[in-house]
């Protein structure tokens, strides 16, 4: 697998950027790694269907690419959803005795994929990448918390650059260029979170937080609605 190589300017994490900003990007990639909208222009989406379809029509036959403009309009989707846990409670699917459970919601026609995760009690993913791919986040029930992480050098472990908590109903941006992450979910109640992948991947890298030490890691879905998709122990698999 090719190694991704990330630009100085992209790496460069100074501070850490409130989980309030909602400033449009100005590169390729946001330079905001998290995003709640102050303001959304579009009107709310009820139903997890209608957000596919929104979705579909948005990314049309490219995904997500590099067009900032399409990036700031898929976010404001994932955000203008309200669907009721009765809407996605059919995809939030959990398998007891592991750390995450991964269900795929829908396959994007190839261009994307949106899954939706459900987190064990006090269970955490690695820290990892996204295989050069565009990861939104919406957190629909419970709290989890994102470790923010510098590319590591050669041999060296990946530096905490933050911490924050992800509110209900926010969402959150990450890609490469912007570095590396964990997620976790520190309560003693399961949590629920919506992703969306563009260009969907089957391959990813996980770090050891400790000794820097890189893993390639499958992280593939099931292609079925409303069924779950675990890896086994789920302790390094993460999409």
């Given at each position: 697998m090719q190694d991704f190589v990330p630009s100085t300017a992209s790496v460069?994490?100074?501070?850490?950027?409130?989980?309030?900003?909602?400033?449009?990007?100005?590169?390729?990639?946001?330079?905001?790694?998290?995003?709640?909208?102050?303001?959304d222009p579009r009107p709310s989406i009820h139903?997890?269907?209608d957000l596919i379809a929104q979705l579909n029509t948005c990314m049309g036959d490219t995904g997500l690419g590099t067009d900032p403009h399409t990036v700031r309009l898929v976010r404001q989707l994932m955000h203008s959803y309200t669907g009721s846990k009765s809407?996605?409670?059919?995809?939030?699917?959990?398998?007891?005795?592991?750390?995450?459970?991964?269900?795929?919601?829908?396959?994007?026609?190839?261009?994307?994929?949106?899954?939706?995760?459900?987190?064990?009690?006090?269970?955490?993913s690695p820290i990892h990448d996204h295989a050069?791919?565009?990861?939104?986040?919406?957190?629909?029930?419970?709290r989890l918390d994102e470790a923010l992480y510098k590319w590591p050098s050669k041999d060296?472990?990946?530096?905490?650059?933050?911490?924050?908590?992800?509110?209900?109903?926010?969402?959150?941006?990450?890609?490469?260029?912007?570095?590396?992450?964990r997620i976790s979910n520190p309560e003693a109640h399961r949590a629920v979170s919506l992703h969306l992948y563009s260009p969907p991947y089957d391959m990813c890298k996980?770090?050891?937080?400790?000794?820097?030490?890189?893993?390639?890691?499958s992280c593939t879905a099931e292609r079925l609605h409303g069924v779950c998709s675990q890896t086994p122990g789920s302790s390094i698999t993460l999409i």
């Open positions: 460069a994490l100074q501070e850490c950027i409130p989980c309030t900003s909602a400033e449009p990007v100005q590169d390729t990639t946001p330079s905001t790694t998290r995003a709640t909208f102050v303001q139903t997890m269907s809407d996605w409670s059919q995809y939030a699917i959990y398998k007891p005795g592991t750390r995450y459970t991964r269900n795929l919601v829908d396959d994007g026609n190839g261009k994307y994929n949106l899954l939706m995760l459900v987190w064990g009690a006090d269970q955490e050069n791919s565009h990861c939104m986040m919406r957190l629909l029930e419970g060296e472990a990946p530096r905490l650059v933050c911490t924050r908590p992800l509110r209900e109903e926010s969402v959150a941006y990450m890609h490469d260029r912007i570095g590396l992450h996980t770090f050891d937080a400790r000794t820097g030490h890189v893993e390639a890691s």
